[in-house]
């Protein structure tokens, strides 16, 4: 099996910074994608940043910044400029495969971590 733990998130000021975390662990052969997702309380899941196109949403570029520790497992968001519209849980997604002989990979969602921005 596969988990995503993400940690770093938590209350900050508006124009403030945070650098959140996504570890993946467990029986993993090789990551093949990951990204950064977040949900705002009644809106959809929205897709923040992923690593292997380094592609972001409008909302966000120019202000955050997604990196990868491959030897670590480890995804980061290095989210500045932060703005009161930002507050969301934040999700980290893989698609990992578990053995040499996967064709492709599964996708594993970590548990969230949320994110306040106050004014």
């Known amino acids: 099996q596969v988990q995503l733990v993400e940690s770093g998130g938590g209350l900050v000021q508006a124009g403030g910074s945070l650098r959140i975390s996504c570890a993946a662990s467990?029986?993993?052969?090789?990551?093949?994608?990951m990204a950064w997702f977040r949900q705002a309380p009644g809106k959809q899941r929205e897709l923040v940043a992923d690593i292997n196109s380094a592609k972001y949403a409008d909302s966000v570029k120019g202000r955050f910044t997604i990196s990868r520790d491959s030897a670590k497992n480890t995804m980061y968001l290095q989210m500045n400029e932060l703005k009161p519209e930002d507050t969301a849980v934040y999700y980290c997604n893989a698609v990992v495969r578990t053995r040499i002989s996967d064709l492709r990979g599964l996708s594993y969602w970590g548990q969230g971590t949320q994110v306040t921005v106050s004014l």
């Open positions: 467990g029986s993993i052969f090789s990551i093949d994608a």
